[in-house]
């Protein structure tokens, strides 16, 4: 089950789903990418201005593309696993994302797989393990303010037993 939620007094509550599995895309025609759009689609008319706030999962290219197409505002946890996102510049150049601790480090207007523009931002605190890079078409700064309320939603809802990928 993919649920989508809204942010309400520092919790997230659930305003929709779609149901998948690699058994049913596999039968259909369909796949994981597709069912993601369709639970996008189905509440966009309530998201409005508000920005999507993804988990790394949703850090693909085509899904960038078919958010910025929308003019979807987002915020993602960028997926820098084995095989790391390429951003370039307006130059084109390759852009690597650094940071030391106790350190922000921004990278604005910077180029996707060459094609998506976003803005990159990570903060490390002192004492705190590496915090994620967060990829969003907002300010920076904002993006990294709405991606860390769903961390801290994150950690609230481990605490009671349930998890959640996606905010609204």
């Given at each position: 089950?993919?649920?989508?939620?809204?942010?309400?007094?520092?919790?997230?509550?659930?305003?929709?789903?779609?149901?998948?599995?690699?058994?049913?895309?596999?039968?259909?025609?369909?796949?994981?990418?597709q069912?993601?759009?369709?639970?996008?689609?189905?509440?966009?008319?309530?998201?409005?201005?508000?920005?999507?706030?993804?988990?790394?999962?949703?850090?693909?290219?085509?899904?960038?593309?078919?958010?910025?197409?929308?003019e979807?505002?987002?915020?993602?946890?960028?997926?820098?696993?084995?095989?790391?996102?390429?951003?370039?510049?307006?130059e084109?150049?390759?852009?690597?994302?650094?940071?030391?601790?106790?350190?922000?480090?921004?990278?604005?207007?910077?180029?996707?797989?060459?094609?998506?523009?976003?803005?990159v931002?990570?903060?490390?605190?002192?004492?705190?393990?590496?915090?994620?890079?967060?990829?969003?078409?907002?300010a920076?700064?904002?993006?990294?303010?709405?991606?860390?309320?769903?961390?801290?939603i994150?950690a609230?809802?481990?605490?009671?037993?349930?998890?959640?990928?996606?905010?609204?």
């Open positions: 089950m993919f649920i989508l939620a809204t942010q309400s007094r520092g919790r997230a509550i659930p305003c929709s789903f779609v149901t998948y599995s690699s058994r049913t895309t596999a039968e259909g025609v369909t796949s994981r990418n069912q993601h759009d369709r639970a996008f689609e189905s509440v966009k008319h309530l998201v409005g201005e508000r920005p999507l706030v993804l988990d790394r999962e949703f850090s693909y290219l085509t899904q960038l593309e078919k958010l910025v197409a929308e979807v505002n987002f915020a993602i946890h960028l997926n820098l696993g084995s095989h790391p996102s390429i951003f370039t510049n307006a084109g150049k390759r852009v690597e994302l650094m940071i030391v601790p106790e350190e922000t480090a921004i990278y604005p207007q910077i180029h996707y797989r060459g094609q998506v523009l976003v803005n931002i990570r903060t490390w605190k002192k004492g705190f393990g590496k915090p994620p890079w967060v990829m969003t078409n907002l920076p700064e904002k993006g990294l303010e709405i991606y860390q309320a769903r961390m801290n994150e609230v809802s481990r605490r009671a037993g349930t998890s959640t990928k996606c905010t609204i």
